[in-house]
């Protein structure tokens, strides 16, 4: 059975993968700390250190700016300096923005379709992909497997179109419509993730399982998807930055504009309140928080999740 | 090693002796259920829409009302049709352009934050936030930096081309694209060059030491050949986003000034608006093709290397 001849060579890569999820720093830092004091004891690259902070000012200097310009009186903002720091510091910016692009329900309405996509992709993906290793042999599940596979080539614009007419017709031209259509197209590489995992996990423990009465139903909840917990948080995390973060699917597919997730909702400043910077940048500033906090909590894991995800992809 | 080896004990209904487990044995209706919903809604979100897309590129549909079937028509305009071309040429010129920046500063990032530095994992960690901002609104904050900003310092210290925006230089705006989409995607092609530096065993260094390889031919003649399989990786991920660059542009510079930087994703989602519909198409059909030709070009050229 093919699902068995390619356990060997797959599980190898998945496993550390899949140790390392628990401790996911020690992964990325042991290799070279254990490196070190075999030729000089710790000595560090000062130069290289210094040129590195130096290089994160390319990264910090736009989130910078975003806070400044939040936290500036209408009229302080006007000048377009963006680098001076706001004296007063004033929230009236974000009071405006919060009622403006009526933040509440974008920020729910983001939250509701973060969480739906995440949901229903490791869902809908981690049992697919249980179906498809348990029964490689079987023709239609082989298959399955490419067909959701092949969606990798197909780029989002080629069928939105199509798509924008569908769901405007069957009544999904709304949030619950950007759910259905995020989570299939981060299927492709889900299942991917989900089946080399799947190979690693050895059989032997399903088949205790089996003697001791557990129905497939209950192997499946009760055993697989626990253990597929790292990878489940590879995907998610996927899922999550997808969803939170995009544009063009939600701006097209969603055609009440009071329905609109928090990215979308952005563009009102740049078409109606141009010069109103500080409210602007608050509001940016509003969007952007919840995902680089998620980020700063759980960092470790998406560094995890990125080299995870795409190098065994 | 077959899931039903076992099976008896929970599922007697099943007649199947379980002795010759290879090919004869039944699969348990559950793995369908488990299976389907994802085939299913998989095919209606995507395959159908891609069959009805494609189908209509050889009607004269705009989106609504009567059609009739007008064979190579559409293809036949895309193919001369200005815009399109250049919308083609913008795109893969400005991916090309990205995937080389992206890598090459992933990589020598890469490098920096696995030598033996302080503060390695704060570092690691700022690096990798502009991956977790939307497209759109990092755009939005750039294009006021370009805007207001950047022409003000080149200002100040006398710089000609950059006293105007160049977002406003038809010649220039796809540098800031460049500028911007490579700020977002630099973190994930770092991080994937990361776990391939660590996959790298000392002892190689060790040796190069032996031998009295200087640090600069340890880069080229170890570190590169080991982490060649990443840098495919990196580039075919690369390519596959930016050739649908859509995100970004809108926010920079809507696709001006004039058309200069309209992308392809751009030029095909205008044609819902503007009553183009089976000809945008036509050229949604003709961009899926070309990508499709060059992911399988890219696994072509790779397929030796990617095995590390």
Known sequence: ?313 | MTTTASKPASAPETTAPDRPQQKRQKVEPLYYLFLFPAVVLFSLAITVPAIVGIFFSFTDSIGIGEWQFSGFTNYIAAFSDPAILSSFLFTFGFSLATVIVVNVLAFLLAVGLTARIRFKTGLRAIFVIPMVVSGIIIAYVFQFLFQNSLPAVGGALGIGPLETSLLANPDLAWVAIVIVTAWQAIPGALLIYIAGLLSIPSEVYEAGDIDGASKRQQLFRITLPLVSGYVVINVILGFKNFLNAYDIIVGLTEGGPGTSTRSIAMTIISGFNSGDYSYQMATATLFFIVVVIIAILQLLATRGRSSF
């Not at chain 1, 070279?32 to 990264?59: A, M, S």
């Not at chain 1, 979308?264 to 940048?281: G, I, K, M, P, W």
Request: glycine fraction near 6%; proline fraction near 6%; charged fraction near 10%.
């Open chain 1, 1 to 313: 059975m093919s699902s068995t001849n390619t356990a060997p060579s797959l599980s190898t890569a998945t496993v550390t993968g899949g140790k390392s999820g628990k401790a996911p720093g020690d992964h990325l830092d042991k290799p070279t700390r254990r490196k070190k004091p075999r030729d000089k004891p710790e000595r560090v690259n000062w130069g290289t250190t210094i040129v590195l902070f130096l290089c994160t000012v390319t990264v910090l200097l736009p989130l910078y700016v975003t806070i400044m310009m939040a936290f500036k009186t209408s009229s302080q903002s006007v000048d377009g300096n963006a680098f001076s720091v706001p004296t007063p510091i004033s929230v009236q910016g974000f009071i405006d923005a919060w009622q403006l692009t009526d933040a509440p329900v974008g920020f729910a309405i983001s939250v509701f379709v973060t969480a739906g996509t995440v949901i229903i992709t490791i869902l809908v993906a981690s049992a697919a992909s249980f179906a498809i290793i348990r029964n490689w042999h079987k023709r239609l599940f082989k298959w399955s497997f490419f067909y959701l596979l092949g969606a990798m080539f197909i780029p989002f614009p080629v069928v939105a179109l199509p798509q924008i007419q569908l769901t405007g017709r069957l009544g999904l031209d709304n949030p619950i419509g950007v759910v259905l259509l995020a989570s299939m197209f981060q299927l492709s590489f889900s299942v991917l993730l989900f089946t080399a995992f799947l190979r690693s996990i050895p059989m032997e423990l399903e088949e205790s399982a089996r003697i001791d009465g557990a129905s497939t139903w209950q192997v499946f909840w009760r055993l697989v998807f626990p253990l597929l917990a790292p990878m489940s948080a590879t995907v998610g995390i996927f899922a999550f930055l997808y969803a939170w973060n995009d544009f063009m699917m939600p701006s097209l597919i969603i055609s009440d504009p009071a329905l609109q997730t928090l990215p979308v909702r952005q563009n009102l400043f740049q078409t109606q309140f141009s010069s109103n910077y500080n409210v602007a940048f608050a509001s940016y500033l509003m969007a952007m928080a919840p995902a680089i906090i998620a980020y700063l909590f759980a960092q470790r894991w998406v560094m995890e999740g990125v080299t995870q995800g795409a190098v065994k992809g």
